[in-house]
């Protein structure tokens, strides 16, 4: 009965993620196989790949190692033909992710805090929403801080989606002081007994310096009020703007102790090579995915399920 659960679980986990991945499917696999069915494997064949694999932005450092993998066993015999490149491809794939914990770093005592941040555009506030809907989920109770103080429609969009949702919101009026809302959250947060904090900030650039200087100042604040808070700080970047992400996130981690990514639109993108070029140039993992528009389309980020979903049938 309990083996019969959880297939059931992940085989919903797998075909949300292939629903997600339907563009970059048809895009990267589809096109593979009708680059390489029938054909003999050579290098010619070997460098048309390579240039598909940078086109579906898993990176050029990622794809060139892929390509002296699929070098190598060529050479070694072990494959021959361009059949058998996608199953040598999908199981070459499985080996970019570490042995890491990609679980939520939960706090030992009192409530967890989560900040999230990332640029404007991003997909952020909904990324909130469906962080609390899947903590929620897991049966865990949530507030959100709203600290996003220099956008009215930031802290609109944010108490329209808590209470869709269903989890609290502390929110100041529109100019206060970022790091006195997340005080005062933290406050709530452990007057209340709630399991979890969710911190959104203001979507910022790394060029913006008076924000990245606000975004720290709310990090030591929260810390004061709960230590060894904020236990998760997650970047919110959009699948769809491909290598920039990289970019944007190379710069975040300059000014914050980044712990993980939510990769956002990951189901309006045919570059959902990103998730790889992502683990592999930045050493961060990806714990989240966003796969739609609704609170419930999230998905903690399993490589294994990922790597089916995206050479699915």
């Given at each position: 009965?309990?083996?019969?659960?959880?297939?059931?679980?992940?085989?919903?986990?797998?075909?949300?993620?292939?629903?997600?991945?339907?563009?970059?499917?048809?895009a990267l696999v589809g096109s593979?196989?009708?680059?390489?069915?029938?054909?003999?494997?050579?290098?010619?064949?070997?460098?048309?790949?390579?240039?598909?694999?940078?086109?579906?932005?898993?990176?050029?450092?990622?794809?060139?190692?892929i390509m002296k993998d699929l070098t190598a066993a060529w050479k070694q015999g072990?494959?021959?033909?361009?059949?058998?490149?996608?199953?040598?491809?999908?199981?070459?794939?499985?080996?970019y992710w570490p042995a890491e914990s990609r679980e939520?770093?939960?706090?030992?005592?009192?409530?967890?805090?989560?900040?999230?941040?990332?640029?404007?555009?991003?997909?952020?506030?909904?990324?909130?929403?469906?962080?609390?809907?899947?903590?929620?989920?897991?049966?865990?109770?949530?507030?959100?801080?709203?600290?996003?103080?220099f956008r009215a429609a930031a802290v609109e969009q944010?108490?329209?989606?808590?209470?869709?949702?269903?989890?609290?919101?502390?929110?100041?009026?529109?100019?206060?002081?970022?790091?006195?809302v997340a005080f005062d959250a933290c406050q709530a947060a452990l007057a209340r007994n709630r399991d979890v904090l969710i911190i959104d900030t203001a979507g910022r650039l790394h060029t913006q310096d008076h924000l990245m200087r606000e975004l720290q100042k709310i990090r030591r604040v929260?810390?004061?009020?709960?230590?060894?808070?904020?236990?998760?700080?997650?970047l919110v970047l959009d699948a769809t703007i491909g290598q920039n992400a990289i970019r944007q996130a190379e710069e975040f981690r300059k000014a914050v102790d980044l712990t993980g990514i939510f990769l956002a639109k990951l189901d309006g993108t045919?570059?959902?090579?990103?998730?790889?070029?992502?683990?592999?140039?930045?050493?961060l993992p990806v714990k989240f995915v966003g796969l739609g528009e609704t609170p419930a389309d999230i998905e903690a980020f399993n490589p294994e399920t990922f790597v089916d979903a995206l050479f699915s049938d």
């Open positions: 009965m309990v083996f019969g659960f959880i297939k059931k679980a992940v085989d919903a986990s797998t075909g949300k993620l292939r629903q997600g991945l339907a563009r970059t499917r048809s593979l196989r009708s680059m390489l069915t029938g054909r003999r494997l050579d290098q010619a064949l070997i460098d048309e790949l390579r240039t598909r694999l940078i086109a579906a932005d898993l990176g050029v450092a990622t794809t060139d190692q072990r494959i021959g033909t361009g059949d058998e490149v996608l199953e040598f491809l999908k199981g070459d794939m499985r080996q939520l770093r939960w706090a030992a005592s009192g409530p967890t805090v989560i900040l999230v941040t990332g640029i404007n555009g991003a997909g952020k506030t909904t990324s909130i929403a469906k962080l609390g809907q899947w903590l929620k989920d897991q049966n865990k109770s949530v507030v959100v801080a709203a600290c996003d103080t944010l108490t329209i989606w808590s209470q869709r949702v269903g989890v609290d919101i502390v929110k100041h009026q529109m100019g206060s002081d970022p790091a006195a929260v810390a004061k009020v709960i230590p060894e808070a904020p236990h998760e700080s997650l045919a570059k959902g090579g990103i998730v790889v070029a992502i683990r592999n140039q930045l050493g």
